[in-house]
């Protein structure tokens, strides 16, 4: 058996139990370093048109859909996952500006800073912070959920007949689409997705990003991931299918 590198391991469970394992700050300074690493990587692999996955959805994905009279709901489905990736990143980046704001307030020395306008100001930056790292969180799920879309016959119907997926569906079929030798990064993507979400119930679970770890240049880093990703996944959707 090949034993994982930290960064895959890190990757290996999208479990809360797995939380454990970055909510230090040695460990969570790795994971940030693995996700820069990880993201270049994704974004070089989407550099060229990717003519096999564009093959695999054309000669295997859209006819399993059409044959089950399901095209219109399936392309409805795939507008509306990139709508909502829009959505969640555009108000990501609106809140991670407010972010920013409030953590060059609280580097300034004023008289005027009370402990009761303090307290609020601590409030509203906790509750931007929770809010912005959910909201980049489903915006890399909305955009996996186009790629494994696009990719996988047996989700593309799931998702075109309204079955519910979950995190583990979209976790699994990201893996699995990692070991099939598209150009796209697919092993890159799962484990920027497990470390999304691992920050996501970290910020939801515990209070690391509340009181012991220095958010602030992850945060902006996790955004523009995200950005990344959805562009990345917008192109390959109108590569695919012209919408």
């Known amino acids: 058996m090949i034993a994982l590198d930290r960064c ?15 909510i230090n700050s040695d460990s969570f300074t790795e994971l940030v370093s693995c996700l820069e690493k990880f993201a270049v990587n994704y974004a070089k692999s989407r550099e060229d048109v990717d003519v ?11 006819p399993a859909v059409e044959a089950e009279g399901l095209r219109e709901r399936y392309f409805g489905k795939l507008v509306f996952y990139r709508k909502l990736a829009d959505y969640k990143i555009r108000f990501a980046l609106t809140t991670l500006a407010q972010f920013q704001h409030i953590c060059e307030y609280f580097k300034q020395v004023s008289e005027e800073r009370t402990e009761s306008s303090e307290q609020g100001v601590w409030i509203t930056r906790n509750g931007l912070l929770c809010s912005c790292l959910s909201q980049l969180f489903f915006s890399i799920e909305h955009s996996s959920k186009i790629a494994c879309s696009l990719t996988d016959d047996s989700f593309a119907k799931k998702v075109a007949k309204g079955i519910v997926v979950s995190h583990g569906d979209v976790f699994r079929i990201l893996k ?6 598209f150009a796209l990064d697919f092993d890159a993507l799962t484990k920027i997705y497990a470390y999304a979400i691992k920050t ?24 523009q991931v995200a950005n990344d990703i959805f562009n990345s996944q917008k192109d390959l959707l109108f590569q695919c299918t012209g919408i």
């Open 200 to 223: 996501r119930m970290a910020a939801d679970y515990t209070e690391f990003f509340y009181e012991e770890f220095d958010v602030q240049p992850f945060l902006s880093l996790l955004t």
């Open 176 to 181: 699995r689409m990692g070991r099939k030798g």
């Open 8 to 22: 895959d391991n890190l990757a290996v469970s999208i479990s809360p139990s797995t939380l454990q394992n970055v």
């Open 52 to 62: 096999e996955l564009i093959k695999v959805f054309r000669s295997v994905v859209r």
